[in-house]
Every structure is written in C-alpha cells, then in structure tokens.
C-alpha cells in the first residue's frame, strides 16, 4: 500500500450489533414467506435460542423448514443436502443461526437452491470448476451466536469437500442483514471462546498485513485488534462478562468485514489444508498451531507492518523497527498463551514431519488468492519451514 491506493467499499449488508439486538427481527419484514432455518450445535438448542427464534419468526412467514446437518467444518455434502430440501420446500429466504459453521452452510444453501450443479463447481481452487453462478442466491439472514468467523460481514463460504480433503473459501453472496447479538455468546464454553476469538484476531491481523490492505480497512482492522487484544482473554476467563463479550463480537464483525475489504493470508490458505485433511482441527485452533512459525517468517523479511500493529496495540515504543517486531511477537506468543491455546498440537491430530512435501502441495492446490497476498511471497522452502517449525512446538 502507497498510501494514495484505490480502493472499493461495497458491504451492502444491514448489520444491527447490541445487546438484546435478535429481538428486532420481530419488527423487520424479513425478504420472503417461506423459510428454511439453517442451524448446528446442541447448545443452541438446549438454552432455548432456537425455539426464541422460531417464536419470533412464525408469524411472519408461510412456513417453515428447520435444518441442522451442519458440522463444525461445514460440509459440501450437508449444503448440498439442505439445498435439495429447500428446492423441494420451495423456500425463499433463509436464517443462519449459530456460529460460521452454520452461517457458512446458509450461503452454501442459498447459493445452490437456485443454481445447478454442485457447489464445488463454483470454485476456482482445488478441483473446482470455476464457473459463475447463473442465479443471484436467495436472501439470507445471518444471526451468529458465536464470535469468530465474522461470516455476517462478508460473501465468502468456507467449505470442506471431505472426500477430496478440500476446504475452500467459495464466493457467494452478501446477507441480507445481520443481527449480532453478544448476548448470544454468553453461553460459549472458555475453550471455544478462546479458539473463535483467535480467528477473529487472525483476521484483522492478516487483513492489515495483507498487500489489499488500505486506508479504510486498516480501521477497521485495527479497531478489531485492539478490542479482542483487550477483551479477549477476559472474555475466556469470566465468559458472564457481558461487556467483555461485547467487544469480543465487535472484533469478530470488524474481522468479518476487513476480510472482505482486504484479504486473508497464506495462513489462512495453510489452516485450510491442515483442518481439509483432518476436519478435527478447528480453525482458530489450527491458526493457533503455525501462528508464530508463520508470522516470524513474516516479520523477518517484512516488519514495518508489524511494527504499526505494535504501535497500536501500546507495545514497545522506542524501538528499532526490527526490535518492535520482535517484541510485538514476543507479546502475541505470550497472549496467545494465556488463551490456553499452546495446548494444541500438530502431532496430536496425526499430522508428522514426513507428511510435509505433501502437506505442501495441498496448501497450493487449495490456495487461491490468500496465499498471493502476503508481502513477503511464501516460496516452498518458506512453507516447509513454518510446517516443520510448527510440528515441533
């Protein structure tokens, strides 16, 4: 970034964040009469935000069809499912209801209720088709009851083909509107808190190191940082905390739409090979486990950005560029740390040094653009070395 770059705002979506926000849709029209809810998680369920849901819906709809096969690595088989039961269903608009893996699954849905062939079609990485979808998908409303993935903010499905051992960002379409309501977190066990949350600050943090990165993303970016830098590891350990939750959802939508006004990175390319393989493997957890091999290989050959983030997040003043690069990742190891999240590693989800010419050839086979966008351009030596590094954490 130059500093006098062009750049695109195009966030159509009608996002309401706040407290007891969820409770509005019992206002608003909602853009069609026949619904399919798309939800996962028995949580959701056992604390009664589904049936709220329902009770808040029905009577503004003709009918409804509740859909749950959703996995917490979101699947092609379950979009594919759900879409053939919207097309028998002839549903018209849709409601997310849980955390990305749910939401995710929603766009896949409503892409291809209204468009023909598999989704894997519409790809353009891994064996996709890479075609263009003929039909507009249908209208969805996203509530996430999680914070991480940000999904409400942008276009973008992350899907796994299991059989192909794919996971893939499949472009679709923008919600309709949002609700996020931080109240719909409180429930989240610490463990998962603490893995969404790294996801969030992952994607802030990549989208303002990414070559996309410019003026108004960068706020956006830096604000999600600096809200889940704070908040984050009190939301882990007092997750009754309502404002510390609060501010964890802010930073998860900020993360959510930076990735769309800018971009991920490789790592979010590296992540997607590792959970594609072993769809065990979380996704803020698998950016945990290579997070300091990948952002050291970085910082080395690139620091000015880190130094900024540095700046922002009140660490290390006066310092060399180089030293407040070191001593932004020193801080992020040790608050990555205080998550709890140095407890995952590679070896226990089966993965081994022997695997890792492989390992690197499925993260260019499903690459796309993230992997083109760092400032220092990852080589395979680059990849081999922060796989390696990271399997001896």
Not at 84 to 105: F, H, M, Q, Y
Not at 269 to 297: C, Q, R, W, Y
Not at 368 to 376: C, I, K, M, S
Request: charged share 25%; proline share 4%; with cysteine.
């Amino acid at each position: 970034m130059s500093g006098l770059d062009r750049f695109t705002f195009d966030i159509p979506s009608k996002l309401r964040f706040g407290c007891g926000v969820m409770d509005e849709i019992q206002k608003s029209s909602l853009p069609g009469k026949r619904l399919m809810i798309v939800t996962g998680g028995r949580t959701i369920r056992e604390n009664g935000t589904v049936d709220r849901l329902v009770k808040l819906v029905q009577p503004k709809v003709d009918s409804f069809v509740l859909f749950d096969d959703v996995h917490a690595n979101p699947s092609l088989a379950s979009v594919m499912k759900g879409s053939a039961i919207a097309r028998e269903n002839k549903i018209d608009v849709l409601i997310g209801l849980g955390g990305g893996s749910a939401l995710d699954t929603a766009k896949g849905i409503a892409a291809m209720a209204v468009n023909d062939g598999s989704l894997w079609d519409y790809t353009a990485s891994g064996s996709g088709s890479g075609k263009s979808m003929a039909n507009k998908p249908l209208p969805l409303i996203a509530i996430p009851t999680t914070a991480g993935t940000g999904s409400e903010g942008n276009k973008t499905a992350v899907i796994t083909d299991t059989d192909r051992k794919e996971k893939i960002g499949v472009r679709t379409d923008f919600v309709y509107s949002a609700y996020v309501d931080p109240e719909l977190t409180l429930s989240i066990p610490s463990r998962h808190t603490a893995e969404q949350g790294f996801d969030a600050f992952c994607h802030c943090l990549e989208a303002f190191l990414s070559v996309k990165a410019n003026p108004f993303s960068d706020v956006l970016a830096l604000a999600g940082l600096k809200a889940l830098w704070k908040w984050l590891p009190e939301a882990v350990e007092h997750g009754s905390n309502i404002e510390a939750r609060y501010w964890v959802s802010y930073g998860s939508m900020m993360g959510g739409m930076v990735l769309y006004l800018s971009s991920a990175s490789g790592a979010h390319t590296i992540e997607h090979m590792l959970s594609g393989i072993n769809p065990a493997v979380s996704h803020g957890g698998g950016l945990a486990m290579i997070f300091d091999a990948f952002h050291k290989k970085q910082a080395d050959n690139v620091p000015q950005r880190y130094t900024e983030v540095a700046d922002a997040l009140g660490i290390a003043s006066g310092l060399s560029e180089t030293e407040k690069a070191d001593a932004l990742l020193c801080s992020m190891r040790e608050w990555k740390s205080g998550l709890g999240l140095d407890r995952l590693k590679l070896r226990e989800y089966g993965f081994t040094p022997d695997q890792v010419d492989e390992m690197v050839r499925m993260t260019h086979w499903v690459g796309g653009g993230p992997l083109t966008r760092d400032r220092h351009r990852l080589t395979d030596d680059d990849l081999e070395e922060i796989l390696l590094k990271s399997l001896e954490r």
